[in-house]
């Protein structure tokens, strides 16, 4: 028998021009406590915090458990070896922009290693976490924690193969799709120790197939050039000490997803232009939390009234909206034994 918590952060993916490159972890995480037994028995599942309502309990249709059934079935097992009892506590919003199913997809791996004791290390689980988020942003900065850029090596055909299944077949049809080995390269960005995020959530859903299903297929290569140039100078400036709020500021624009997106996210654009450093001091800036609807704002100060004037431009648009201010969660995703 044993007793452990795993435990996983929130993430904001893009920061503007790093469009499905980079992320920030959030100290805003989900928790899973588990208890197994020492032979075999049933998967007990209960779950409390955001959608609770319509969040499926049954291990077959939960998305955490349906992730840890398919890493065990990659590994030999059908089922769970042991019987345990879950309970996950999740104050992620659902569908809005802050990385809620990365979170859970990292949870279901973790949760399969420590049952199963399979002794995957983070590298060998985000293998498996990238079959089903095939964009690294979210997942990479949730799991290893902080500002965190990645990519995906190139695949050999015999691998792409591999990689075609969807996450509908890997989870809902339970295909056996075994993971190619070392799907991601990453590195962790300075922070400045000053800055925090300040994420304004709006009270409605937008899914991530949606907010990707209107972008374009092809891009300018000014448009290129625009966010190669910006993204390169962020990642250098925040974190920066002392801050330059404008470089910052301007580092932060896109031409990628923003422009695409801003429709189904009414103040968006306003928010973005509003929030300058010359404006309101203290703010470096702010774009789409991830799909969004979030927005998330950069401030070294004045967190509370950045907070409030976004909120203010939510609201003349319709939008209530609720406002969190964090810090990257720097440990990133973590498993606790109690006993
Ligand atoms: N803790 C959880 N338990 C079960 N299912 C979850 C959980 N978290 C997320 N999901 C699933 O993931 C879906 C949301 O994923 P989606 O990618 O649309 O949004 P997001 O991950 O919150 O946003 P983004 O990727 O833009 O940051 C939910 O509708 C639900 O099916
Ligand atoms: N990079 C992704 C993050 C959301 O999962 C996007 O913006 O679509």
């Not at 955490?64 to 996950?88: I, K, S, W």
């Not at 004791?117 to 924690?145: Q, T």
């Amino acid at each position: 028998m044993a007793k452990f918590q795993i435990s996983v952060p929130a993430s904001s993916a893009n920061i503007g021009p790093g469009f499905d490159v980079l992320g920030l972890s959030l100290d805003y995480s989900m928790t899973v406590d588990v208890e197994t037994s020492s032979g075999p028995g049933d998967f007990v599942l209960t779950y409390e915090g955001d959608s609770a309502d319509s969040v499926s309990t049954k291990p077959s249709e939960n998305m955490v458990t349906q992730v840890a059934l398919y890493v065990l079935r990659c590994n030999g097992m059908e089922d769970f070896p042991v019987g345990v009892r879950a309970h996950v506590k999740n104050p992620i919003p659902l569908g809005r922009g802050m990385g809620s199913s990365a979170s859970a997809a990292i949870a279901g791996v973790m949760l399969a290693n420590e049952v199963a004791k399979l002794g995957l290390s983070k590298d060998e689980m985000m293998d498996y976490v990238l079959m089903l988020e095939r964009h690294p942003d979210n997942v990479m900065a949730a799991m290893m924690g902080g500002l965190v850029a990645s990519f995906l090596r190139e695949l050999s055909e015999e691998e792409r193969k591999a990689f075609e299944p969807s996450d509908d077949d890997l989870l809902k049809h339970r295909a056996l799709t075994i993971p190619p080995k070392k799907l991601a390269s990453y590195f962790r960005f300075p922070w400045n120790p000053d800055m925090k995020a300040i994420v304004v959530i709006p009270e409605f859903h937008l899914a991530t197939s949606k907010a990707r299903s209107v972008l374009p297929q092809t891009y300018s290569r000014a448009d290129a050039i625009f966010n190669l140039q910006r993204l390169v100078m962020l990642t250098a400036a925040i974190g920066q000490s002392p801050v330059q709020a404008d470089v910052v500021c301007e580092a932060m624009q896109d031409k990628l997803h923003q422009p695409y997106r801003a429709s189904l996210v009414p103040g968006l654009t306003e928010i973005i232009n509003t929030l300058k450093p010359e404006n309101l001091p203290g703010v470096c800036g702010s774009c789409l939390s991830g799909a969004g609807p979030t927005v998330l704002a950069l401030a070294t100060a004045n967190f509370e009234k950045i907070a409030e004037t976004m909120v203010g431009i939510f609201k003349k648009n319709g939008i209530n909206c609720r406002y969190l201010v964090l810090s990257p969660a720097f440990g990133g995703a973590s498993v606790t034994y109690s006993s």
